[in-house]
């Protein structure tokens, strides 16, 4: 069973950066579409970014796109979210999910498959 563990979340000032982490367990991500969700409170769940590990093929939210990169590291079974030019609406709870054999714009827009814990991340003066 695919497990999927976050880390590299923290407090940051607004125009800093950020490297968030998923390591993944239990399966090799062949063919898994692989990405980061977040959600703030009162807020709905955003799609942020996704990838697929076969093709690295991306996705990414308007509200991000310029500023945050997904990529992926096959041979470590992991995948980052590069954060710069970070505002304070960024500040969220930030997941990793993935789907087998879904595209990456399916796995951002639909969130199905396995998931994890979930890391903060505080964007703050």
């Known amino acids: 069973q695919l497990q999927l563990v976050e880390s590299g979340g923290g407090l940051v000032q607004p125009g800093g950066s950020l490297r968030l982490s998923c390591a993944a367990s239990g399966a090799t991500l062949d063919y898994y579409a692989i990405g980061w969700f977040r959600q703030a409170p009162g807020k709905e769940r955003e799609g942020v970014s996704c990838?697929?590990?076969?093709?690295?093929?991306?996705y990414y939210a308007d509200s991000v796109k310029g500023r945050f990169t997904i990529s992926r590291d096959n041979a470590k079974n992991t995948v980052y979210l590069q954060m710069n030019s970070l505002k304070p609406e960024d500040t969220a709870v930030y997941y990793c999910a993935a789907d087998f054999l879904a595209s990456a714009e399916r796995l951002c827009r639909y969130g199905l498959g396995s998931w994890g814990q979930g890391t903060q991340v505080t964007v703050s003066s």
């Open positions: 990838i697929t590990t076969s093709d690295g093929n991306t």
